[in-house]
Structure formats: structure tokens, C-alpha cells
């Protein structure tokens, strides 16, 4: 072999003799996705691991490829590393240990104290119903608009399983993607509604102080939340007993190192390898599509407006009261736990800085996390899953 055949299978061998144009433009989103995170802050530990995903797919696409047999040989050959991180996402067993560690180090004692809060996170559901008409109006089958929809919730981890149940795993990528991202922009995306749908008098008001909430409470509200949920919806167990379960850990005191485990080196473990295989699910190929800019777009408008009908109900609520609950904490019905809160508690720290609204907007924090797995578990149920 001469030095110029040498040197032709050298080239043939690297990612520039192999890529086209929109792996090019993956790799930028990945490196813009990778700004956002790591300069921006931008929920880093979602953020960064989905961007590096999409980032080793676009150089080196077999890193996704699935086991196949050697035609000569008849040797089955392995697949890609994150091609059997993704199975585990299809699977529902990565969503399903996400939602164990968010209930171990999640306080439902805000949501315990102020029970009205279930209103506001049922509210913040909107978007996902209003994405699902959208969704059939642009042409999806229902199963697809379903899958699509639950975007709005800001809940990627049940994106990802509803859309697994649902036999939707080609739009999976865009689907966690979406959801991930709305996700991680939270700061960004819901200020603006916000302040647009609320007057500077009502972002100032100021709420009492919640009630103290008892043990036997915080250990009864888990079980008696997941005996209620189940038996109506039994396809929700996966997310909601495991969210349950976790809080079980956290509130019981008999199971601390359980506890630690699920929200600290579990939950870690299992972000890695979901974020990465998740990011590697956007290959130029399957992602620079028509349908990907339609998810992409229905995610956001679901997301507006489920910020929308959480901060709408809450303006009734507080007229009702009689002006003692401040509507920003409605937007915190979506189920982005705790960054939904934050944000509320920042936009009216903004108008007032004495004004610490983040345990109220917990409660509906928190119940957007059940409610968009009770939206899921409705869908399932329609679609006979």
C-alpha cells in the first residue's frame, strides 16, 4: 500500500469524510446548548449532558447505532454505548428513577398545608390539552398529539415515558429535547407571561405564612396520594408510586440512607446516562425534520400556556379571597420542580423584596408534578394503554 492509499484511508476514517452539512448544524445547537448551561447556568445538570449527547452523535453516529448481525459471519455485533442508555429510556425505567429521586428530595409540606394548590397545578395543565388540539389540527395521530403535548407539563421525564408507552419512540428525541429545554428555560420563558397577565398591585401582595405541617401528615400524604391516583389510574404507578415511594424515604426517618441514595448518587447516575442518551437521539437525520420544528413549536405554546392557566386561576382565587394570594404562584404549576418556584419567587421579589413567595409557590410546584403524571395517565387510559 503506497503512502497515498495510506493516507486516503486515514481520511476516510475521520468524522469530516463522513458528516454532512446537518451534523454540522447539530454540532452548533450542541456548543450553543453547552454555552447556555455551563456560562448561563441554564440548569446545567440537564443541560450539559444532553448537549454532549447531541454533540458525540453528530460526530460519531454508530455511538447510536442497534445490534445487528454480521452478514458474513452471522456474529452478532454489539451496539452503540448510548444506543442501550436509550432503551432504558423507552423502557420507562430512567423516567421512572428520575421521579424516585425528585419525590426523595422533594418537601410536599407546602402543597400538605395549602391543599388549594392541587387547583393550581390541575390549571397549569391547560397548555398540555390546548398543544393536544393543536397537535390533531396539524396532522398527528392521537397517540402522537398525546405525546407531543405533555411537553406543556415541563416534565421531561414524562414526556419521555408517555411517549414510550404510547409507541412514539421516532419523536422521543424532539419530544425530551423540547421538554428539556423548556425546562432548563423556565427563567427565560415564563417572566414575560407573567408580568404580562398579572398588575404591579397584584405581584405585591404579600400571603401569610403557612401552617406547620405534621409527621404523621408528610408520611400519610404519600401513600394515601398514590392508594388515590393508582386505583383511578393505575398506568400512572410507574411515575407516581415511584414519586411517592421516594417521598416515603425522605419523610418516614427509618430509611435515611435510602433517601440520600435516591437524591443524591442514584438521581446522578441515572441524569448522566438519560441526558446523554437523550442528546444522542438527535442525529441530524432523525432531527432536522418538519415534524421536529412542529414539536419544538406546539412544546412552547403548550408550555405558555399552561404558565397562562395557572396564573389566570390564581388571579380568581386571589379575587375570590379577597385579595390575599398572589397570582404569580399559579405560573408554578408546571411541574419544572423547583425552578417553576423560583421564578415566582424572583418576579415578586422584583416588585417587592420582602416578598418571599417560594414556599406558596411549592405547593403548586410540586402538584404540577402529580398532575401532569395524572394528564399522562388520562391519555393512556383513552388510548387503551
Known sequence: MNIGETLLNLW????????????????????????LGIKKG???????????????????PAIMAAPYEDPVTHVEQAGGLLYYFFKLDEWSIFPSLIFLGVGASTDFGPLIANPKSFLLGAAAQLGIFVAYLMAILLGFNGQAAAAISIIG??????????????????????????????????????????????????RKIKMEQLRPVSKLEKILFPIV???????????????????????????????NQLSETSQNALMYIVVIMLGTSVGA????????QWTTIK??????????????????LAKIMNKLSGGNINPLIGSAGVSAVPMAARVSQKVGAKEDPTNFLLMHAM?????????TAVAAGVFMAIFGV
Do not use: H, R
Not at 281 to 288: C, G, I, K, M, V
Open 153 to 202: 407539563g415541563a416534565d421531561g421525564p414524562t414526556s419521555i415515558f408517555l411517549a414510550g408507552k404510547l409507541g412514539q419512540t421516532d419523536l422521543m428525541g424532539p419530544i425530551a429535547v423540547a421538554a428539556y429545554s423548556y425546562m432548563s428555560l423556565v427563567p427565560i420563558i415564563q417572566p414575560p407571561i407573567m408580568k404580562l397577565l398579572t398588575t404591579e398591585k397584584e
Open 225 to 255: 396520594v398514590t392508594l388515590v391516583v393508582c386505583f383511578l389510574l393505575p398506568s400512572t404507578a410507574p411515575l407516581v408510586g415511584m414519586l411517592m415511594l421516594g417521598n416515603l424515604f425522605k419523610e418516614c426517618g427509618v430509611t
Open 295 to 312: 414539536i419544538v413549536v406546539l412544546g412552547l405554546v403548550a408550555f405558555a400556556f399552561g404558565t397562562a392557566g395557572g396564573v389566570i
Open 281 to 288: 437521539s438527535t442525529s441530524a437525520e432523525n432531527f432536522l
Open 12 to 35: 476516510n476514517q475521520t468524522a469530516f469524510a463522513n458528516l454532512y452539512w446537518g451534523n454540522y448544524v447539530m454540532i452548533i445547537v450542541a456548543l450553543i446548548f453547552l454555552y
Open 363 to 371: 405547593g403548586p410546584n410540586v402538584a404540577g408534578v402529580i398532575g
Open 42 to 60: 441554564f440548569e446545567p445538570l440537564l443541560l450539559v449532558p444532553i448537549a454532549f449527547g447531541m454533540l458525540l452523535v453528530n460526530i460519531y
